[in-house]
């Protein structure tokens, strides 16, 4: 199967600063990558689609100025947390739309913010 | 507005013996269908999708049957393993029939029973 990597798989940063995770594919150019975000016990709740070459779409109540996401290459999205708060803490999850409709996805990055 | 609900949230099961684990979605739009499995702190694996063309998909142990008229979908496990235990997501696109974005259930655990 195709592969994505997620880095990094766990962060603890002070509350205030900034954070950026990276989502690459490895095997595969994906045009459209998408971030998750799960709370524990709970379902993976899509925040943006990512597409090579142009502006993220995100999702209703995600803010575009909090979670900035960048997807500069066919093989590399970054979603960055701006000045992250206790509550943004949370497992993200990024994912790669190979050729058709099957998606991958990488190995979660969990965030705490202290 | 949950559009992919799972309803059971757990369900536990004796090795060998057969795991349905079901789905519901409320948006006629969607025409894709996909199972995830998921482990704790890690990210989704890709285990059989449905295309709305079909009512059944069979890969090894794995069967998804889908009726579109109920817009409920199934994954069916036969026989069931003690490694099959994590949780189940069931995913849904085609919602605006343009960005292949995937709409997460709520999840299952499954819970097989040595």
């Known amino acids: 199967g195709a592969v994505v990597s997620q880095h990094p798989s766990w962060v603890i940063c002070k509350s205030g600063t900034s954070v950026k995770i990276e989502c690459r594919s490895l095997?595969?150019?994906?045009?459209?990558m998408f971030w998750y975000r799960q709370f524990p016990k709970q379902s993976l709740m899509l925040m943006a689609t990512?597409?090579?070459?142009?502006?993220?779409?995100?999702e209703q109540g995600v803010e575009k100025d909090k979670f900035l996401i960048n997807h500069a290459s066919l093989t590399l999205s970054t979603l960055t947390v701006t000045s992250a708060h206790p509550e943004d803490s949370s497992f993200y999850i990024c994912?790669?739309?190979?050729?058709?409709?099957?998606?991958?996805f990488g190995q979660g990055t969990r965030l705490t913010v202290v | 507005d949950q559009q992919v609900k799972q309803n059971s949230p757990s369900l536990s099961v004796q090795e060998g013996r057969i795991s349905i684990l079901n789905c519901d979605y409320t948006?006629?739009?969607?025409?894709?269908f996909l199972w995830y499995k998921k482990y704790p702190a890690e990210g989704p694996t890709f285990l059989i999708s449905?295309?709305?063309?079909?009512d059944k998909n069979e890969d090894g142990r794995f069967t998804v049957f889908l009726n579109k008229s109920a817009k409920h979908l199934s994954l069916h496990i036969v026989p069931s393993q003690p490694g099959d235990s994590a949780v189940y997501f069931c995913?849904?696109?085609?919602?605006?029939?343009?960005?292949?974005?995937?709409?997460f259930g709520t999840g299952t655990l499954l819970a097989v029973q040595p």
């Open positions: 994912s790669a739309l190979r050729a058709g409709r099957r998606a991958f």
């Open positions: 095997d595969f150019q994906a045009t459209t």
């Open positions: 990512s597409n090579e070459g142009s502006k993220a779409t995100y």
């Open positions: 948006n006629s739009m969607f025409d894709y």
């Open positions: 449905i295309s709305s063309i079909k």
């Open positions: 995913a849904a696109s085609g919602e605006g029939g343009a960005t292949n974005k995937l709409i």
